[in-house]
């Protein structure tokens, strides 16, 4: 019967636990108070008081004990933080990055929505008068920003700008020119008719936007221009002609 080496196993034992003790007791002499951070930012919005305010249970951990992904999460929860970075420096100091939300454009009301189209402040006590204004159902907010951003995009190149979007309750979409021109574009063939309007009806604005007053791409197959100055409600025009007087199709 093979003999056990208590006497080696006993040694191995007993080194584990001497390192076990040295690397805690290194720990503990290291984990010293947090003496002091430095915060970095814009600081437009948020204040490093408010920050500072925010993380201060956090700081009574001692420097390697401190929670950093707990810090980070409880300062991008202040209203207009969008990021933040958090990390040590030795012995006993930490260092914290922050940058703040950019309003993109105004959603509904009071809210505010970031260059990602997120809504970030739901009762905003200054809307910038610049801002587009972008409205519709609770929780789509992203899906309207995308839509002004793509639109918007197009328009530019011609000289006309986007100014505001809105979706229904219903589902039926509405963008507005700068100048106020309104272009209905309903609840569907949303993409179909946008393309229309950004592929022939844009190009007709640009040259003619001090005498429309809205657009209607409502149609199977067409779209009607209402003219300012026009003794006609509405001139029609087809999918594949542009002669004014042209039926447009049945409206949906």
């Known amino acids: ?38 915060i970095d930012g814009p600081f ?55 940058s703040e939300q950019v309003p993109a454009a105004c959603w509904g009301e009071r809210g505010l929505l970031n260059v990602r189209g997120e809504l970030f402040v739901t009762d905003a006590r200054h809307i910038p008068a610049e801002l587009p204004r ?33 979706l229904d309750a219903r589902g039926a979409w509405q963008l507005t020119l700068q100048d106020g021109i309104a272009i209905r574009l309903g609840r569907r063939n949303i993409q179909e008719r946008k393309d229309l309007f950004l592929q022939v009806v844009a190009n007709i604005v640009s040259n003619r936007e001090a005498d429309i007053d809205f657009i209607d791409m409502r149609y199977n197959n067409g779209f009607t221009i209402a003219w300012k100055k026009d003794a006609e409600a509405a001139r029609p025009m087809g999918r594949t002609s542009l002669r004014e007087h042209m039926v447009a199709g049945r409206i949906e």
Request: proline content about 6%; hydrophobic content about 45%; overall charge neutral.
């Open 44 to 98: 437009q919005r948020v204040s490093a008081l408010q920050i500072e305010e925010a993380i201060s249970s956090e700081l009574d951990a001692g420097f390697l004990s401190a929670n950093l992904k707990e810090i980070q999460d409880r300062i991008v929860s202040l209203p207009w933080i969008d990021q933040a970075s958090v990390g040590r420096r030795w012995p006993d100091r930490l260092e914290i990055s922050v």
């Open 1 to 38: 019967m093979p003999s056990i080496p208590f006497a080696r196993i006993s040694r191995l034992v007993l080194a584990a636990v001497v390192v076990l003790f040295s690397y805690r007791f290194s720990a503990a002499l290291l984990d010293q108070p947090i003496q002091s951070i430095t």
């Open 134 to 166: 972008l409205s519709g159902p609770a929780g789509r907010s992203s899906e309207v920003a995308k839509m002004y951003l793509d639109v918007r995009e197009r328009l530019i190149p011609i000289g006309l700008n986007l100014r505001s979007v809105n």
